[in-house]
């Protein structure tokens, strides 16, 4: 089109694209900008990865593509489990790409460091992958929220109710890392407070592959329980090994802490029966859970895990309050989030609390045998429920600066 | 109880045949290396990947075609070898003249694209791979429960270790091989193809990381990142014996796994980092390598 041959053209095209802007003046540069940041290729991508950005995109979808008229735009970046990369890919985004929430967050180191830089920046962030508790306790920012679990209810479901059946002498084996010493003494404290007794811990290295020497040293300890503080490859080397060696059959039990569906997947039914587990969603646990679940199946190919779960959920939450605040002011979203309770296929009894972490019930469940199991993903049975507000580390202990006591 | 350091000597027995078990394991891996790198001058990155490739060879075999464990620990270090061989002869011959660190870059570069290539498809949950049904259960040792398996293990690596060393050390095939490495035009003069010799030893090395592949898949799970985490260790253990040497991978592996082993026991935190310690000293003292040969 030649311009200066059509003035008139030109001005009611302007006219009606100011007319279009002020009609989403609320919501910044007309558009949603989400960004997903997981460990896309390492250790954690299997439990969040590609397949949290399938959950992500699935909600953008079913939400419609757009909020209020203004479009939701995605993209996403591998953190490669850095702190470094993690924190300046959100500093980039912030800068460059007028980013208005960062989802996804895996590892812990990770999302401390990026819920640093979003802080700084007044921007928001929904952490659905990461474990340790301290993200809304002595991490906590009114820049972020914490979705699906954290190391407090996995202490506080799986070794309370193991001591509670009479298992109370355990011996741990912790991954040397700060994640790691979080969950050792949570097990510690709640295994000691329900009168059980912690006789000998092993502390490896992160990551390690041949576990065969820890496994014999908790073997020689006389423990009942073995109780593993580590995740990921290290809690899979570790059951395979103590298979290997015969541990279960020798009268000790395992406790994993913490445990990811795709975990139990890769290792098979044979090595993890009977395992006991705590986790914040089951894709069988109802009716709604299994739908969803087998939308995402169809879509990827494969079950979701609670954090890709959580992922969906969490972006499904963001957006409604988008639109019912009618803007995508970090502040105004997350005000308007914590006002409406959470229900729905992912989350019982949810809600936002001043810290930071959207509480809701939790599950303890057990492994099947493969006798029991009837089909490749039929995987727990979910023995019972861990109500919200028991769940998690009550705001009466917090050290967050935004709780008032 | 009788005690050793502070340790029950059923404990300490225990640790100190596990630490072997592994030990085995790091010479087999080192010894492919020492292979290449004595023989070929080629730094072989793609090493880890390799013994990646046997392990993830050997559960998709098993899967696809019902290959049992047994024709998989023959077959799959055969077609892993050869791909190997193809490597040399279309990838690792066009810069041979070149310094090592050209050698070192591409094979790093293929070990990242095996690994990524396989993480797309599979993910990093890794698979199990059954272990065989003849070496299911354990022996009783008395101070320890060791699984049928592992001694397997050990007795397999510890073979392989040594028909290496006694072909290359004690063979008319292994001393054209020495010959070619040290004057390859004179060797050539006498009519041997010293070409396809180089691609054959890159093909046995690559072939021996497979086959150690092979060994690992029913003892962790089969993941491509499996092979990266070795690899640092199984160069380690190279520098200390001396590049190139093999007796000296041999029993620096044993002895390193030993090491570790014990370190698990005494001081669990440093189990990582000790070998790396032994790597340091090894270099201030000696800087050839325990069994090297002063250049």
């Known amino acids: 089109m030649n311009l200066h041959k059509k003035p008139l053209t030109v001005a009611v095209a302007l006219v009606s694209l100011a007319v279009m802007a002020s009609a989403q003046a609320e919501i910044s540069d007309g558009e949603v900008r989400i960004g997903y940041l997981a460990d896309m290729s390492g250790t ?28 939701i735009v995605v993209f996403s970046a591998d953190d490669r489990n850095s702190a470094d990369v993690g924190a300046n890919t959100v500093r980039e985004w912030i800068d460059q790409r007028n980013v208005d929430l960062v989802a996804g967050l895996v590892a812990s180191s990770v999302v401390i460091a990026a819920t640093r830089v979003l802080e700084e920046n007044g921007g928001l962030g929904i952490v659905s992958g990461a474990a340790a508790s301290s993200i809304t306790n002595e991490h906590c920012t009114p820049n972020h929220i914490h979705w699906v679990y954290d190391t407090y209810p996995l202490a506080n479901g799986t070794a309370k109710a193991i001591v509670e059946q009479g298992g109370d002498s355990w011996f741990l084996l912790t991954a040397d890392y700060a994640f790691g010493h979080a969950l050792e003494a949570d097990v510690t404290k709640v295994v000691e407070e329900n009168g059980g007794e912690i006789v000998g811990s092993v502390r490896h290295p992160f990551p390690t592959s041949d576990f065969s020497s820890y496994i014999l040293q908790a073997q020689g300890s006389g ?7 580590n995740a990921g490859a290290d809690t899979v080397n570790a059951i395979t090994a103590a298979s290997q060696f015969g541990l279960t059959q020798s009268g000790q039990q395992l406790a994993g802490l913490l445990v990811f569906l795709n975990d139990v997947h890769a290792m ?26 087998q939308r995402y199946f169809d879509e990827v190919g494969r079950m979701p895990t609670m954090v890709q779960a959580g992922i969906y959920s969490s972006t499904m939450h963001y957006l409604q309050a988008v639109e019912a605040a009618d803007t995508d002011d970090p502040a105004t979203v997350r005000a308007t989030m914590a006002e409406a309770p959470i ?17 809701h019930d939790m599950y303890l469940a057990q492994v099947k045998t493969p006798e029991a199991s009837t089909g490749e993903w039929d995987l727990y049975e979910i023995l019972s429920t861990i109500p919200a507000e028991e769940a998690y580390r009550p705001l009466t202990e917090s050290q967050c600066k935004l709780v008032n006591r | 109880m009788t005690t050793l350091l502070g340790v029950p000597i059923a404990v300490f027995m225990g640790q100190l045949t596990l630490g072997l078990v592994n030990g085995a394991f790091y010479a087999l891996l080192s010894l492919g290396l020492a292979v290449i790198f004595g023989l070929l001058k080629i730094v072989n990155f793609a090493h880890g990947a390799q013994y990646m490739l046997g392990a993830f060879a050997a559960l998709l075999s098993m899967r696809y075609f019902g290959t049992n464990y047994w024709a998989a620990l023959v077959l799959v270090p055969l077609v892993i070898g050869g791909l190997g061989m193809l490597l040399e002869r279309f990838l690792l011959r066009r810069i041979a003249h070149l310094d090592h660190l050209y050698g070192l870059l591409l094979t790093f570069g293929l070990a ?3 690994e990524g290539t396989l993480v797309n498809f599979f993910g990093v949950s890794g698979a199990r791979y059954a272990t065989p049904e003849a070496l299911q259960g354990g022996l009783n040792l008395g101070f320890m429960f060791l699984p049928t398996y592992r001694a397997w293990v050990l007795v397999a690596a510890l073979g392989m270790c040594l028909f290496t060393w006694f072909m290359i050390e004690r063979t008319r095939l292994g001393a054209y091989l020495r010959a070619g490495t040290e004057n390859a035009a004179l060797m050539q003069a006498f009519g041997v193809n010293v070409p396809l010799l180089v691609t054959l030893t890159y093909g046995f090395g690559v ?7 092979v060994l690992a898949a029913p003892l962790y799970p089969v993941s491509p990142t499996m092979g ?7 160069f380690a253990v190279v520098v200390i014996g001396g590049m190139g040497s093999i007796l000296g991978a041999i029993v620096t592996g044993l002895a390193m796994g030993v090491i570790e082993g014990l370190t698990k ?28 040969k002063e250049a």
């Open chain 2, 207 to 213: 072939g021996l990381a497979a086959f150690a592949g």
């Open chain 1, 268 to 293: 098979g039914l044979d090595d993890t029966q009977g395992l006991l587990l705590t986790t914040g969603w089951y894709w069988d646990m109802d009716e709604a859970s299994r739908e969803w679940a």
């Open chain 2, 265 to 292: 026991v005494y001081y669990p935190e440093a189990a990582n980092t000790v070998i790396f310690l032994v790597m340091i000293l090894v270099l201030l003292l000696r800087p050839a390598g325990l069994f090297g």
């Open chain 1, 223 to 229: 423990a009942s329980i073995v109780g593993l503080a």
């Open chain 2, 112 to 114: 990242l694209i095996f």
């Open chain 1, 343 to 359: 229900e729905d296929f992912f989350a019982r009894n949810g809600r936002i609390r001043e810290d930071g972490r959207m509480v």
């Open chain 2, 228 to 234: 990266s985490s070795l690899l640092i260790v199984v």
């Open chain 1, 44 to 71: 954690y991508r299997d439990l969040g990865g590609p397949g949290g950005l399938a959950a992500l995109e699935m909600a953008v979808a079913d939400f419609g593509g757009s909020v209020n008229g203004a479009p």
